[in-house]
């Protein structure tokens, strides 16, 4: 899960396109909308630790660089 109510990451072993259609994206609902769609396909799930995504340049630069390391 992402804190902004979406998710960062979405690991699959099979492709599922109702996972990217029909979503209000860039709202505080598409994590539970994804797990809804989880639920009616009786998938298993597991949940990350919450954190930030990048939506946009702005949250890029709250992120330390680490490509000159």
């Given at each position: ?61 709250n992120y ?6």
């Amino acid at each position: 899960p992402a804190k902004d109510g979406g998710y960062y990451l979405l690991g699959l072993q099979k492709y599922h396109k109702q996972f990217f259609e029909n979503k209000t994206w860039s709202t505080e609902n598409v994590l539970l909308e994804t797990l809804l769609d989880l639920s009616n396909l009786n998938l298993s799930f597991k949940l990350l630790p919450t954190l930030s995504d990048i939506d946009d340049e702005k949250d890029l630069n709250n992120y330390p660089t680490i490509l000159n390391n």
